[in-house]
């Protein structure tokens, strides 16, 4: 699965964004994966994920960890996301010992998967890079609007919905933490990193931005 593999951005920024992805397989473990895939949410949550959701639960800005815990179906893809990577190394390696039926992977910076998994005692079974992307880039939103807008794998944060929040905070408007949740609202399945959002906007505007008195 690689829908989380083309988020962009510079090395600084993308060292406070882990993806972490249970995966039922129909025919195999998609039947009955319900409990462990709550057990997934729950401990995701303990240990301090930013984010996390599914098609069929959405995301923690529209619902609580727990409302999302009590109504994830068997079979649902489950993703949380973390800011920090002993946050991620923790998950993982509960993962690792739980050693569940399902499928789970992280996405991340290449120097940052590594040791998550040498710390969990896990080898990556496989691994996928993106090669970058090809065709008339010209057509593309700018370098930056696509720090957050690729920070949805399936493309539910408009180009335009974050030009107008970053145009807000520049306002006086609203504050990056308000722009910042109102861009993961769109992305249901609760991988876009609302720390790393805030935290973009904030550099953007060195600090001085926000709601005005």
């Not at 729950?42 to 959701?53: D, I, K, P, W």
Request: net charge neutral; proline share 5%; aromatic share 8%.
């Amino acid at each position: 699965m690689s829908h989380s593999s083309f988020r962009y951005g510079n090395i600084e920024s993308l060292q406070g964004d882990i993806c972490v992805m249970a995966h039922p397989q129909k025919g195999a473990n998609f039947e009955g994966s319900k409990p462990f895939l709550q057990w997934f949410f729950a401990t995701a949550n303990l240990c301090g994920a930013v984010n996390m959701g599914s098609i069929v639960t959405g995301n923690m800005v529209e619902h609580p960890p727990e409302e999302i815990i009590a109504n994830i179906k068997d079979g649902r893809g489950s993703f949380v996301v973390f800011d920090n990577k002993d946050k991620a190394a923790r998950f993982v390696k509960f993962l690792a010992e739980m050693d569940g039926p399902v499928s789970i992977v992280v996405t991340a910076l290449w120097d940052l998967v590594l040791p998550i998994c040498e710390q969990a005692g896990v080898k990556p079974h496989s691994v996928n890079r993106p090669v970058g992307i090809f065709g008339k880039t010209e057509y593309l939103a700018s370098e930056e609007i696509r720090q957050y807008t690729t920070m949805c794998g399936h493309g539910m944060v408009s180009s335009k919905l974050v030009e107008k929040l970053l145009a807000d905070v520049d306002k006086g408007l609203i504050t990056p933490r308000k722009a910042a949740l109102q861009m993961a609202r769109p992305c249901m399945c609760g991988f876009f990193n609302i720390t790393r959002a805030e935290n973009l906007i904030e550099h953007r505007c060195g600090g001085a931005c926000g709601e005005k008195e």
